[in-house]
């Protein structure tokens, strides 16, 4: 069973920083690409960020120059770094990841994280 699990929401100030993290874990044989996406209220899941498993990058327009995504592949692990947050990055954050196991591949999600920024 693979889950992926988040950690390092919270609430913050504008122009704070957080640092999100999603470990994967349970039978698989690799994770392919990784992201972190967000959803505000009211509004539709977006795609924050990606990287592929060599480490290749993207991001939505409105965090380039903030936002850092990186990984640890022998720890299946996806992090979010963000800097000079603004109050309309609150959202919850969710970590996505393509994992391959011996049956599959698929499509998995974290449980999601809440991310506040107050002004």
């Known amino acids: 069973q693979v889950q992926l699990v988040e950690s390092g929401g919270g609430l913050v100030q504008a122009g704070g920083s957080l640092r999100l993290s999603c470990a994967a874990s349970?039978?698989?044989?690799?994770?392919?690409?990784m992201g972190w996406y967000r959803q505000a209220p009211g509004k539709q899941r977006e795609l924050v960020a990606h990287?592929?498993?060599?480490?290749?990058?993207n991001y939505t327009d409105s965090v380039k120059g903030r936002f850092t995504i990186s990984r640890d592949n022998a720890k299946n692990t996806v992090y979010l770094q963000m800097i000079s947050l603004k109050p309309e990055d609150t959202a919850v954050y969710y970590c996505?990841?393509?994992?391959?196991?011996?049956?599959?591949?698929?499509?998995?999600w974290g449980q999601g994280t809440q991310v506040t920024v107050s002004s």
């Open positions: 349970g039978g698989f044989f690799k994770v392919n690409a």
């Open positions: 990287i592929t498993r060599s480490g290749n990058t």
């Open positions: 996505n990841a393509r994992v391959i196991t011996t049956i599959d591949e698929a499509d998995y």
